[in-house]
């Protein structure tokens, strides 16, 4: 005869099928990763310094953000001052300059987009077409040569060629009978000066993005086109524009969510008590607010604020792209 040994059931208290359905669904996931960090830990390892620098100087100076919403004290510290909440801001858009702020940061942003974004395009497409390659290599050395050069450097060669007195402009200007102008005091020219100054050191790094986009295109699309009968531009609209549109969707999404942080750099160099009406941005007013005029927390509130609309209109801008496009930044 058969003897059956009985089988214990579970203690109560060890809720043993809730732990195996736990661990069941925290395994895959754990194995997974550690078998990435196994397969590409050194791919893992060139991420940690980028990392650290977003963490150090993106992530932590976010906390101080609360110096916006205080009477800042630099004896008492970031915690100690006062807090007095909204009233930076409120006295900001009291400001008569608020307005005037927002509409040169506006107006100079989206003029610098609607330059450079297309001018940086053709320039890809028009490289792609080149077939001498000492010809091409030497217009992207040339075009791409200028983004290496700093800033001040622009600015100052700018206003060397603009002198009204020795710039080449007017020099040949004069040739023709025509007064000299001074451009750099007249406030009318300064977003002109500004944004082509821009496309010229610029226009060829962004090309090379697109040029990159252009190189992933299957070049049985172009041989398909030729059998077909069309021409270079037919093959240009219908093959090559497409294959960049995402890539071109991503960088005017990631453009026009910048579009009130235009750089600060190139403003300032460029500005002089006369084009100042049209020279004076968001950026420029919270450098002299905060550091020439040592008031922290207008500043700070300036900042966030400009932050604030940047990243409603990134947001606005990527749902409008993906719906037009099915491209953006995410889903």
Do not use: C
Not at 54 to 61: E, M, Q, T
């Amino acid at each position: 005869m058969t003897t059956l040994t009985p089988v214990r059931p579970p203690a109560p208290d060890v809720p043993l099928g809730r732990d195996r359905r736990r661990r069941k669904r925290e395994r895959p996931g754990i194995r997974g990763l550690r078998r990435s960090l196994r397969r590409h830990w050194t791919l893992y390892l060139l991420m940690v310094l980028p990392l650290i620098w977003f963490a150090v100087f993106k992530y932590i100076p976010m906390s101080n953000a609360v110096i916006a919403f205080k009477n800042y004290n630099v004896v008492r510290g970031i915690w100690g001052s006062d807090w007095i909440g909204t009233r930076n801001f409120e006295l900001f858009f009291a400001n008569p300059v608020f307005w005037t702020l927002v509409k040169n940061t506006f107006l100079l942003s989206f003029y610098t987009v609607l330059a450079s974004f297309p001018i940086a395009i053709i320039l890809a497409l028009a490289l792609n077409e080149i077939r001498v390659g000492l010809f091409k290599k030497t217009v992207q050395l040339v075009t791409y040569a200028p983004y290496f050069i700093s800033t001040v450097v622009v600015v100052s060669m700018t206003i060397l060629v603009l002198s009204p007195r020795l710039g080449i402009v007017n020099e040949g200007l004069g040739f023709f009978g025509i007064p000299a102008i001074d451009f750099l005091g007249n406030p009318d020219y300064f977003r002109h000066i500004y944004v082509w100054s821009e496309v010229w050191q610029t226009a060829g790094y962004s090309a090379v993005i697109y040029l990159a986009a252009l190189a992933g295109i299957d070049p049985a699309l172009h041989e398909a086109a030729k059998v077909d009968g069309a021409g270079r531009l037919r093959r240009i609209w219908h093959v090559d524009l497409p294959g960049i549109m995402p890539t071109a969707v991503i960088i005017l999404v990631l453009a026009v969510g910048n579009i009130m942080a235009i750089g600060f750099e190139k403003a300032f160099l460029f500005q002089n008590p006369l084009n100042l009406s049209q020279a004076e941005i968001i950026a420029t007013y919270v450098y002299k607010t905060g550091l020439l005029n040592a008031d922290f927390s207008m500043a700070t509130a300036v900042g966030l604020f400009n932050s604030v609309i940047n990243l409603f209109l990134l947001l606005f801008v990527n749902v409008i792209a993906k719906r037009v496009t099915g491209n953006g930044l995410w889903s």
